[in-house]
């Protein structure tokens, strides 16, 4: 009985033994890391310990690099924090988000090192300039999905990135909507220079029925087309009709355009629009 008893006590402690996380596989430790995500790795995990260290140094466990929602630090230590998870990359960078705190040093960065790179993604990042942009696309040849949101990019720059990215399927350029204000350059300069598009996002942009017909014309595999918020698009005639007939997946906003535009209304885009605009008008944008 005592027996009996020993071992159903040896059995429990063993179950309730707290796990020696040093003793995980590297693939599971590496797995964790990027669940954790890189500020929490660049700035306490991998400190734990010197086999931690040395994953985090692993290039291919910086192939992707998401640094959204960045913690407060002051801007030349989240730009560093950065620059050396890239370089960390060795050239293996394929996919990489940041918001708020990109620079154009963090562009030059990322050209130097990310020859395979896939997708960026700049969320508010006011400090980058078209000649940054630029400068950095003409680097990343293999780009294939490009997202910009509540920046001002030239025509020049759409130009520059369709000639150089001739891999670019999927662009994402998101504004804050402004009634009464209209603008078609970046349609023109979307429509002339990428033809290869196949989802394009135009959320709160300032284009015409002009710009549309533009983009319909110049970008014919269009698969899906994002409209949200354009408050100066009209719908209701024949180009509603080639819309729907040329687009697979089209979304508009029908309820929030001309007399119907609502400024208390609230735009389904992936972060706050408000909060976007709070901001810009904080930093004097």
């Given at each position: 009985m005592a027996s009996c008893s020993r071992v159903v006590k040896d059995a429990y402690e063993e179950s309730t033994e707290k796990p020696n996380w040093l003793e995980l596989p590297k693939e599971v430790t590496t797995n964790i890391f990027h669940k954790l995500g890189a500020f929490e790795v660049l700035t306490s995990a991998r400190q734990v310990c010197s086999l931690w260290w040395n994953i985090s140094k692993d290039p291919l466990m910086w192939r992707t690099v998401d640094l959204t929602k960045p913690p407060y630090y002051p801007q030349s230590t989240l730009v560093n924090l950065c620059c050396y998870a890239i370089e960390q990359s060795c050239g293996h960078l394929e996919d990489i988000s940041i918001e708020y705190f990109a620079t154009d040093e963090i562009l030059k960065?990322?050209?130097?090192?990310?020859?395979?790179?896939r997708r960026m993604r700049l969320i508010k990042c006011w400090a980058v300039s078209n000649k940054g942009l630029r400068e950095a696309v003409i680097k990343l040849p293999l780009l294939e999905e490009f997202e910009i949101s509540f920046n001002n990019v030239s025509n020049d720059t759409f130009a520059v990135m369709g000639q150089c990215c001739p891999l670019?399927?999927?662009l994402?350029?998101?504004?804050?909507?402004?009634k009464g204000f209209k603008c078609n350059g970046d349609a023109f300069a979307i429509a002339r220079n990428m033809p290869n598009l196949r989802h394009l996002q135009l959320m709160g942009n300032w284009l015409t029925n002009d710009g549309l017909v533009s983009i319909l014309d110049g970008c014919l595999y269009l698969e899906s087309l994002n409209l949200k918020a354009c408050l100066n698009i009209d719908l209701s005639g024949s180009l509603g009709e080639r819309c729907y007939k040329?687009?697979?997946?089209?979304?508009?906003?029908?309820?929030?355009?001309?007399?119907?535009y609502n400024e208390d209304a609230h735009f389904e885009f992936d972060y706050d629009v408000e909060e976007a605009y709070h901001d810009m008008v904080c930093f004097n944008i």
């Open positions: 960065c990322i050209a130097n090192s990310g020859s395979h790179l670019l399927k999927v994402k350029f998101n504004m804050c909507p402004y040329q687009i697979r997946e089209l979304h508009s906003s029908k309820d929030l355009s001309g007399d119907d």
